[in-house]
Every structure is written in structure tokens, then in C-alpha cells.
């Protein structure tokens, strides 16, 4: 889809949003002009690094295969708190209600791609680059969405990822992504970036538009918004808050991305895995009620990720080995909350692992499609049918 | 889409340079030069001094690959920290045990832990053979294990005293003795895989990283080789590798295509037995030393020669050290440094010798490589993923700092500083101790060893967040007295070099620091006769990133 059709077509999306972006208000205020911006809608990638353990996550407790299939790590069905006559929370994702309870939390059940692999970082880069299983493509789908769709020059950066150095489906392209600890230390140190220089290899070419990035970023990004909501302490809690600041004053961010990790609980399992979940789930919390207070979740959808589930039937040390599908969250002011995709039916397995109900693509040809307004199959090479994961 | 097209360039250009053997065997016949010898010691150490350069100078390429590989140790020159070297059991406090008790054993394993980051540091400033600390430093990563997950210092103590044993011996005996490796056998779970309950951990990524590669084998032969290296187990106690027969699963198994009653050892041959390993690791070679982009011909040439030598690791180094792709300009100045060399390297070249060099391990894992914890099995990718915003930063400011304590020294009362509008530096590689907390648990770097993660069983957090960040702000301290305690002076480092004039000797100060010449060259700093408004530039100058 090409910037003029978009604009015909966004107008119902962008009318529909309540506080207005400096983009937004530039729109709306010269809607013939070019620059009407998909990416006034924020997206947040939450990977849960090392593949989660979704039937421990969002349990089908009823199953009987369930208790069959985990014999040491099956929850008490006391702990869990019931979202379904079939399905129950993670006691550690009680900090979640009320974003389900609003109806702003969408459950993703059975996320994941045919002809699984079981390599953590083969599985990831099918994930961020949005491949096939057999299929090697170079670019992450973010990157590829930029670069046929860039945001604004004016914007201080594509995508800010928060306490990682790897930038995911963003790396690739020439996406203008910066990698943030914490923002008032970023502008403090961004003096010591170099304007220019010759790019005479490919090492140095990518040291220099790295340079290039953070004078950008500097010149336009303010870190220092003070929220009212606190933030849970701990790694991921600071992630969440960076992130709530980055993306509060005018500097304009399309794609924030959060690691939490690692979920590559191959032996005892239930500990970490509480811990893990906690940190997600007061995490997350926190992030709503900040941009709440804010009045920017109405233009925010948050979306979990990782390389693969966790396989049904625990391994001999007390925990999972590598799976294939597993379960995910969608959270935002506009999610259209509930079940999507097909609760597992643990009767039929064995040794195996779960069939996947929704193809991870779908998820991110909603976001495109109906999140951003943009040409999914572009992107993605092939037309997967958005999840009716939004409301209108 | 334009830096691939240059990187496919960059890639070709070697081959129009060296097609034509007569120069070849010119350039191969003659002294190196000082410009041949740095890249050969940059390449292969971590930063070269200006000594150094003029040792290696007048040799021919083969004498001085030779020299290179004929300085490989076995073991570390700088003995361990005493800790390492004690007997008692070493097993970690049970379950059941009490909370204090458990604090203390992971506070214990903490200090130990950024002891031994420190030894490791020192040795690789103190050692007579850089080769083979970067080899050592190479194999961590290749077979990676973290002491995030091993917990117990003295084992990851033992691990590097393995991984320096055979650095520059056979990789097939390395392969062998890391498979039974303590710290290995916890990290990829060996301990949990029983006969009756096999855990596939380690034979899956055995097979994907440390041999054949992705792609290269099937899942059944992934559950077939657990079962294989079932029984091997550890002594808790004494941490020691030790054989569980009745744990063992003597069966028949299928693998890559062979069936027998094999054991882990007949598996790890049967691996060293495919071509893709040779190939794997050869490739994996070449981006640490020739280029980003290894020829496939080329790596399967190489890779021929090292399996037929019985892996001779020196083998496959001589080779790649002594291609023409290795020496060609087009290759100089195309590989970015790791954080370990950054300042590892910045140290020798400056011939800075600092009295504890823990705080410098420290600073390392503020720019994304914390020794002993890599992120995960696969280890740091490398290359351009060293290098982004907050990593670029937090290495910019680290080499400011050389340039920075003399001129504190000149001028000498804080008030009189701010009066003249110029800023404090006061912490860690420049950021305020707060902001150097904030930022490593903002980063999550436990990694920083600074911090407890709960280890496989699952124990809880021992620690709160603002203990973690009280141990940041103590480790941000440290950097910073032990940049003040250097006592380096730029002035009196330039004026050593050779040179008769102020100008020849900031070029010869540019030979020792860059890889190629600089590449904001328009800007003038580079020209300042002010000894430290010239280092400063240069060790800020995006070329200073590369080697």
C-alpha cells in the first residue's frame, strides 16, 4: 500500500484515537498533508527469552492429561486463578486481572508455525524475521516494515529495545534502532558520538550509523518523565519503566522492545519459573497503569514472544525440555479482550509436542494490518488472516 | 541494503589483489613492516605495544605466524586467587537449609566469582603469549558455560584451566575433556541425564554449536546421543567427573546414520568423525581472526587439512594466519573488538599495568561481554552485534577516561573545575555511581556478577534490588579508584614513542592505536599538539572500535 492510499484508509483509525500525539494532531489538523503515522500506535514486544512453558502459564487444568503429563509440576488447582471453565492463570499472573478483567488482555492460545524447530536460536530468528521453517531471509519483519514504510525522520528512533543488546525483529535495514539502559544516561553520554566519517567496511559502516543513531535519538528523546505509578524494582521492572519514559514526552518511537528471560527451565522448573512469570506479570501491570495515567494506552498494544513453548511432558529433572506451540499475551486500550486460538488437547499426547492453532504471522498481520494500517503480505510474503484481536 | 552491497565488495576485493601469485609470493617473502605487524599482533593478542611492533617488524609472514603460535602456554602465568585452589566439599547448601546459610554460599560464590573475572583480566595483561588468552577466550565461547547457572566459582576456575590446557593443543581431546567438564556437565544439565530419565540438553547442542552445526543432524539423533552420555555424572562434593554405570544406558543407538552400543566418548567421535566440524570450527575461526565473511573454498580447504592433522588447533591457526586473505588490505581494520580486547588491549597498548583489574573485568561487562557469563550456549554473537547504542557509549566512555585523570591532576579543586564549566568525572567509565547502579540493573546485569540470580533449582532471589544496586554503585567505585590509581599520563606515554618530532611521534602513537587511519579525519583533533586533546581523539575516533 502506497502513503496515498494509506491516508484514505487510516482516517478511521486515527479519528478513533483519544490523546493526540504531536503526529495525530498534526494529521488531523492538515489531513491532506502527507506524514498521517501509522506509527502513532505504539507497539510493545514483550520476548520471554528462552521459550516459555505455556502449559504452565495459562493451565487447562480440567484436562486430565494435564496432571498425566506433569506429574511434579502440575499446579495445585487451589493456586490457579480461573479464567474458563477449562482454564486457569498462573497464581504469579494475578497482577494481569484487571487488564482482563477490562477485557484489555487477550489470551493467544497455541501460537506457532508448522514444521517446528527445536533450536532456540534457529526458532527465534524464524520468529523475528518471520520465515518459513526451511526459509533463511536476512532482515527482521520489523526492519522489513520500516523500510517500506519508514517512520518519520523526526521521530527519535524506529524502535528503542530496553536491556538488550540484540535488536530482534528490528535488526537488519537500515532500521534506526537504539538499545537503552536508561535514557538520562544515554543523553549524558550521547556527546561522546562522532558526526561523520568515511564508511570504508562494513564494521566501520555499521559503527557509524550506530553514531548516527544516537545523535539522532539524543537531539529528540526526553527520558524524563515522572509518572505517578510505581514500578515493580528488579531488571524487567526498570526495562518497563524506561520504556514508559522513553515513550511519554513528544519524542515519537514506533516499536519498544522488553526481554525477560531466561524460560529455558530444563530442570527444576517451578521456582523460576513463579519468579519469571511475577516479573512479567507486575511488569506489564505497571505498564498499563502508567500509560493509562498518561492516556496513551488507547494507542499502545502489547504483545509477548518467544522462540517456542515448552514440551507437555515434564523430563526427569523436574522440568520441560523444548516445545513447539505455546501460549501468548495481547494487551492494549484497543485489544478486544478473551480466548483466541484452541486450547491444547493434552488426551492425545504422548511424547510429542502441541500442534500450533495460530500461526505466529497472523499475530503480526494484525499488527500491520489493523494495528498500523499496512500491507501485511508485503512484509510478510504471504496473506495470513489477522486474529480479531482489536476492537473497532 | 547499501552495507550489504559494501560487504560484498569488501568480500571480493581480496581475491583482485591476490590473484596474482607473483605479488603474492613477493608480499609472503618480505619483512611484514610495522603496519603487517600490528595487524598480525592485533589480530592475534590484544593491543599491541609500540615494542612489539618493532619486534615483529622485519620478520617474513611464516616466521612470524610461527613466532605467534610458538609462544602458546598451557597454563596461566599469574597464579589463582587462593580460593580456587581449596579442597573443601564444594556442594551448595540444600533446599532445606536456612536462608542465611544460603545467602552466605551465594555471596561467597559472587566474590570468587569477580576474583576470578580479575585473575582471568590480569593473566591476559601479564601473559608472554596473548595467543594464547584469546584462544582461551575464544574456546569459552565456544563451549560455553556460565557461572549465572554453575554457580560454584571454583568449577568455572576449573573449566578455564581445561580451556587453557588445550587452546592451542587438539580440538578433538578438548571436545572430550569439556564433555566431562564439571562446570559443563551442570551448565547443559549432563548431571540430570539418567538412564531411566535422559535429559537432551547437551547432546542437542553438542551437535548444533559445538560441532556439526544446525541443520546437521536429526532429533532422533539429538535423543539417541543422551542416551549415549547418560551416566555421566559429577561428585558433588569433590567436583570431580565421575562414570555412573548403573545410570548409564548401554543400548544399542542410531546416530548420524551408524548404530551401536555407543558411549559419550564413541558419540563425540563419531561427530569429529563429519567434515562439518572441522568445517564449523574453521569458520567460526576465520571471523575471529581474517574477516566477517569466510570463504567457503577456502574454510573447506583448511578445515580438510586441520581434520587430517588429528585436529591440530595450531594447524588450522597457521593456515588462516598465513592466507592471503588474512594479510590483505582490503581485510585490515574490518573486525570489531570485543569489549575483553577493547580493554584488555587499550591496557597493553597504553602499557598501563593496573594493581587489581577486577574493576576492568567489570567495565568489560558494561559493555555487553561479562567473563564467565555469557548470555547464553550459543555465547556473544560478536562482530557488529557489539556494537549499539548504549554498547558504543559505554565503550566511548570507558577510553575517555585515559585521557581524563591527567588532566585532574592539573588542575586540582573541584570548585575551580565547575567554575570553568568543566565537568566531574567521578564513576564508573564517566556515569555519576548512581547512574552506574541504575544502569546495570536496568541492563539486568546480573551478569555483572554483582548480582544473585536464582540458580537452576530454582532457589528465590536472595537478594532485593537495592542491594544489587548497592553492589553496582561499590563495583562503579571501584572503576573509578582504579582509573584514578593508573597514574597514567598520555604526555609521558607519547613522548616515549619513537620520533624525532611531536608530529612523528602522534603518528607513531596512531600505528600502535589504530587498525587504519582514522576515520573522522576532517574534524582536526587528530593534529592537536596537546598530548591529551590527541589521545583523546584518537581513542574516540570510530576506527579505534576496530582491529
Known amino acids: 500500500m502506497d502513503r496515498r492510499r494509506f491516508l484514505a484508509a487510516g482516517a478511521a483509525a486515527l479519528a478513533g484515537t483519544t490523546a493526540a500525539s504531536r503526529a495525530s494532531v498534526a494529521w488531523a489538523a492538515a489531513p491532506a498533508a502527507a506524514g498521517a503515522e501509522p506509527y502513532a500506535r505504539l507497539l510493545v514486544l514483550v520476548e520471554l527469552k528462552g521459550g516459555n512453558d505455556g502449559l504452565n502459564t495459562v493451565v487447562p487444568h480440567t484436562d486430565p492429561g494435564y496432571a498425566r503429563l506433569r506429574p511434579r509440576l502440575a499446579l495445585r488447582r487451589d493456586d490457579l486463578i480461573p479464567i474458563s471453565e477449562r482454564l486457569a492463570l498462573h497464581p504469579s499472573l494475578a497482577p494481569l486481572l484487571p487488564a482482563w478483567e477490562s477485557r484489555e488482555l487477550a489470551i493467544l492460545q497455541g501460537v506457532g508455525y508448522p514444521d517446528p524447530n527445536l533450536s532456540h536460536f534457529r526458532s527465534i530468528e524464524i520468529w523475528d524475521t518471520a520465515s518459513r521453517s526451511a526459509e533463511f531471509l536476512a532482515d527482521g519483519w520489523l526492519a522489513r516494515t520500516f523500510a517500506r514504510t519508514p517512520p518519520p525522520r523526526g521521530y527519535a528512533a524506529d524502535g528503542v529495545v530496553v536491556g538488550s543488546g540484540d535488536l530482534g525483529p528490528l535488526a537488519g535495514g537500515s532500521t534506526r534502532a537504539i538499545a537503552l539502559a536508561d535514557p538520562e544516561q544515554f543523553l549524558r553520554r550521547a556527546k561522546l558520538a562522532t558526526a561523520a566519517g568515511e564508511r570504508r567496511n562494513a564494521a566501520l559502516a555499521h559503527i557509524l550509523k550506530v553514531e548516527d543513531d544516537i545523535l539522532n535519538a539524543a537531539a529528540h528523546l526526553d527520558g524524563r518523565h515522572a509518572y505517578a505509578t510505581p514500578f515493580p524494582s528488579g531488571p524487567f521492572g526498570s526495562a518497563v519503566r524506561t520504556a514508559a519514559r522513553v515513550v511519554a514526552g513528544d519524542a515519537g518511537v514506533a516499536v519498544v522492545r522488553l526481554t525477560l528471560g531466561s524460560f529455558d527451565t530444563h530442570s527444576n522448573q517451578l521456582g523460576t519459573h513463579a519468579r519469571l512469570l511475577g516479573e512479567l506479570a507486575q511488569g506489564l501491570a505497571a505498564l498499563r497503569l502508567a500509560l493509562i495515567e498518561i492516556g496513551r494506552w488507547d494507542r499502545t498494544l502489547v504483545v509477548t514472544y518467544a522462540e517456542f513453548g515448552r514440551r507437555p511432558r515434564e523430563n526427569q529433572s523436574a522440568g520441560t525440555d523444548h516445545g513447539t506451540a505455546s501460549v501468548h499475551f495481547a494487551l492494549g486500550g484497543r485489544v478486544a479482550g478473551g480466548l483466541l486460538g484452541a486450547t491444547p488437547d493434552l488426551g492425545r499426547v504422548g511424547e510429542g509436542n502441541l500442534p500450533h492453532a495460530i500461526d505466529f504471522r497472523s499475530v503480526y498481520a494484525t499488527i500491520l494490518e489493523r494495528w498500523w494500517s499496512l500491507d501485511s503480505r508485503a512484509v510478510l510474503g504471504t496473506r495470513f488472516e489477522p486474529l480479531p484481536l482489536l476492537r473497532a | 541494503m547499501r552495507f550489504r552491497r559494501f560487504r560484498a565488495v569488501a568480500a571480493r576485493w581480496p581475491w583482485v589483489l591476490t590473484g596474482f601469485t607473483a605479488a603474492v609470493a613477493t608480499a609472503a617473502a618480505a619483512p611484514i613492516g610495522e603496519d603487517g605487524a600490528r595487524h598480525l599482533l592485533a589480530r592475534t593478542g590484544y593491543g599491541p605495544t609500540a615494542a612489539e611492533i618493532r619486534d615483529y617488524a622485519p620478520l617474513e609472514r611464516d616466521a612470524a605466524v610461527a613466532r605467534v603460535l610458538g609462544s602458546a602456554r598451557t597454563k596461566a602465568l599469574t597464579p589463582p586467587p587462593p580460593a580456587m585452589l581449596a579442597a573443601d566439599p564444594m556442594r551448595p547448601p540444600r533446599e532445606t537449609s536456612g536462608v542465611e546459610e544460603r545467602r552466605a554460599f551465594v555471596q561467597r560464590q559472587i566474590r570468587a566469582g569477580i576474583e576470578l573475572r580479575g585473575w582471568w583480566l590480569s593473566e591476559m595483561l601479564a601473559t608472554d603469549s596473548p595467543i594464547t588468552e584469546r584462544m582461551t577466550l575464544f574456546w569459552h565461547n565456544h563451549f560455553v558455560s556460565s557461572q549465572q547457572k554453575v554457580r560454584i566459582a571454583r568449577l568455572m576456575y576449573r573449566q578455564n584451566v581445561t580451556l587453557r590446557a588445550h587452546a592451542l593443543g587438539d580440538f578433538g581431546a578438548l571436545l572430550h575433556a569439556i564433555a566431562k567438564d564439571p562446570a559443563m556437565l551442570v551448565y547443559l544439565d549432563g548431571v540430570q541425564n539418567r538412564r531411566a530419565a535422559p535429559n537432551e540438553n547437551f547432546a542437542r547442542e553438542v551437535m548444533e554449536l559445538f560441532t556439526l552445526g544446525e541443520g ?332
Open chain 2, 216 to 547: 546437521r543432524y536429526t532429533e532422533r539423533d539429538v535423543k539417541e546421543a543422551a542416551r549415549a552420555f547418560s551416566g555421566w555424572s559429577l561428585e558433588r562434593d569433590t567436583g570431580t567427573f565421575v562414570f555412573r554405570r548403573a545410570l548409564h544406558d548401554p543400548g544399542d543407538k542410531t546416530i548420524l546414520g551408524r548404530t551401536g552400543r555407543f558411549d559419550g566418548d564413541a558419540v563425540l567421535d563419531l561427530l569429529l568423525a563429519q567434515e562439518a566440524t572441522a568445517e564449523l570450527v574453521v569458520g567460526k575461526l576465520w571471523r575471529e581472526f581474517v574477516s566477517p565473511d569466510p570463504d567457503a573454498g577456502e574454510v573447506r580447504r583448511i578445515a580438510g587439512e586441520f581434520r587430517r592433522s588429528g585436529y591440530r588447533i595450531p594447524v588450522a591457526l597457521s593456515a588462516l594466519l598465513r592466507s592471503d586473505r588474512f594479510w590483505a588490505e582490503a581485510n585490515r581494520g574490518v573486525l570489531i573488538k570485543s569489549p575483553v580486547e577493547l580493554v584488555v588491549g587499550t591496557l597493553r597498548s597504553l602499557e598501563i599495568e593496573p594493581a587489581d583489574a577486577a574493576p576492568f573485568a567489570i567495565a568489560a561487562a558494561g559493555m555487553g561481554q561479562n567473563l564467565l557469563s555469557p548470555p547464553n550456549v550459543r555465547g556473544w554473537r560478536g562482530g557488529e552485534a557489539w556494537i549499539d547504542t548504549n554498547t558504543l557509549l559505554a565503550r566511548k566512555q570507558f577510553v575517555a577516561q585515559f585521557a581524563r585523570y591527567e588532566e585532574m591532576r592539573k588542575t586540582p579543586s573541584r570548585p575551580e573545575r565547575a567554575a570553568a564549566g568543566l565537568a566531574t568525572p567521578d564513576a564508573t567509565c564517566g556515569m555519576p555511581p548512581d547512574a552506574a547502579a541504575d544502569a546495570a540493573a536496568d541492563a539486568g546485569m546480573d551478569a555483572q556478577g554483582l548480582r544473585a540470580t536464582p540458580g537452576p533449582t530454582g532457589a528465590p532471589a536472595v537478594q532485593s534490588a537495592d542491594a544489587a544496586k548497592l553492589r553496582a554503585l561499590r563495583a562503579a567505585r571501584a572503576v573509578d579508584r582504579a582509573f584514578r590509581e593508573l597514574g597514567f599520563s598520555p604526555t609521558r606515554w607519547i613522548a616515549a614513542l619513537p620520533g624525532d618530532t611531536p608530529a612523528d611521534k602522534r603518528a607513531a602513537a596512531q600505528r600502535v592505536l589504530l587498525p587504519i587511519s582514522p576515520a573522522a579525519g576532517g574534524t582536526g583533533a587528530h593534529d592537536e599538539a596537546d598530548p591529551l586533546a590527541f589521545l583523546r581523539a584518537t581513542l574516540a575516533d570510530p576506527v579505534y572500535q576496530l582491529k
